[in-house]
């Protein structure tokens, strides 16, 4: 490894953001992630993603995703604009439902 190549990354919050929001808006393992979570104690739910009644087609509200992360739809808000970073457990966890790696969502300067 040659020290004297190597420099230091930074992380553009803004356009990682938007990386956020079109996860939010088009990814069906988050969507089907998202729906099972919020329908399937309700008993709304029967598990079985390709007949449900749901319509998988639509985006996830900030509401929804809020809930899933346990925070509040600003903090969703304040990621998806690059207004807060998000940390490391909340942006391995996101990537893990979208089935997406961290270097599929974040955008270094």
């Not at 329908?39 to 079985?48: A, T, V």
């Not at 970073?85 to 089935?99: R, S, T």
Request: proline share 1%; net charge negative.
């Amino acid at each position: 490894m040659e020290v004297h190549n190597m420099a230091r990354k930074y992380i553009n919050w803004e356009k990682t953001g938007k990386n956020l929001q079109i996860l939010r808006a088009d990814n069906i393992s988050l969507r089907r992630y998202v729906c099972y979570e919020l329908n399937y104690d309700k008993g709304d739910c029967s598990g079985d993603c390709d007949n449900c009644k749901y319509d998988m087609d639509t985006n996830i509200s900030r509401t929804e995703l809020a809930k899933i992360f346990n925070v509040s739809d600003s903090v969703i808000f304040n990621w998806e604009n690059g207004i807060t970073p998000v940390d490391l457990e909340d942006m391995l966890f996101y990537c893990q439902l979208a089935e997406v790696t961290l270097d599929d969502i974040v955008v270094y300067d």
